[in-house]
């Protein structure tokens, strides 16, 4: 049985002080837990962050990252920088940052790459428009997204890697997809792994769920064969609601 990878996405909330105050805060409601429970936090707030984590069940995670390791790219930050503070996750390719920063397939490979190489946890996150998915080509996307953000990982690297299901429409906008529906495109990127990588990568490959994650339809949609926990949104900024999702009843 694979453990579930609950993350929660800041985005641009929460200053450092109050990244140190929820954290602490959220760790003694999370401590009991058996699976993975990471926050997101701004570049600004991961110092604070991997204080008030230290020695709690809590990981960290930047929210992106650059390709390349330094040079003259003004606001941006490497996969060193974060290694060298401590830091274990990355989000990679968030629709977010694909609609607002021109982020590309190709760029997030070479982001995967490189966050690979320096030893760091991408969490991959891929999804359909609404238009694609109204014109019935969510499965071939995703895959399509999947495998181009794979291109040259190895199998070995593959433990350390997070999938994200995310589709953009539900993202932020109150919607969800239904649990079947969720559940059929994590399913189809198990699949998409399984010719990939072979059954025993796919099967160990965490794979979850985004997009208007919240108190009340987590547990269903953890329950689900092929989802491995959740990208969680505005529900991971208010410490009782995070909480509660970490710690569902399936």
């Known amino acids: 049985m694979r453990k579930k990878v609950i993350a929660g996405n800041w985005k641009m909330n929460k200053t450092p002080s109050e990244t140190a105050a929820f954290i602490t805060e959220l760790s003694d409601k999370v401590k009991q837990t058996k699976d993975i429970v990471i926050c997101a936090v701004p570049f600004v707030c991961i110092p604070a962050a991997l204080k008030a984590s230290k020695r709690t069940k809590i990981k960290i995670a930047a929210q992106n990252m650059h390709y390349e390791d330094k040079g003259a790219f003004t606001g941006e930050v490497s996969a060193k920088m974060l290694v060298d503070l401590g830091v274990q996750y990355v989000i990679i390719g ?105 059954r025993k990568v796919a099967n160990a490959t965490y794979i979850q769920y985004g997009g208007s994650v919240n108190v009340k339809n987590a547990a269903e949609l953890f329950s689900m064969s092929d989802i491995d926990g959740g990208l969680v949104g505005g529900a991971s900024l208010k410490s009782d609601d995070f909480c509660k999702i970490v710690n569902y009843k399936g």
Not at 110 to 124: E, T, Y
Not at 150 to 160: Q, T
């Open 94 to 198: 968030h629709s977010e940052r694909r609609q607002y920063y021109n982020e590309t397939d190709a760029t997030v490979n070479r982001k995967v790459l490189k966050a690979i190489k320096a030893g760091l946890k991408p969490i991959i996150c891929v999804g359909e428009s609404l238009e694609q998915r109204e014109t019935g080509v969510t499965a071939d996307f995703v895959r399509y997204q999947v495998g181009y953000a794979l291109n040259g990982v190895s199998s070995e690297d593959m433990k350390n890697i997070v999938i994200a299901y995310e589709p953009i429409w539900a993202i932020g906008t109150g919607k969800t997809a239904t649990n079947e529906q969720a559940n059929e495109v994590c399913r189809t990127i198990r699949q998409a792994l399984n010719e990939k990588y072979g």
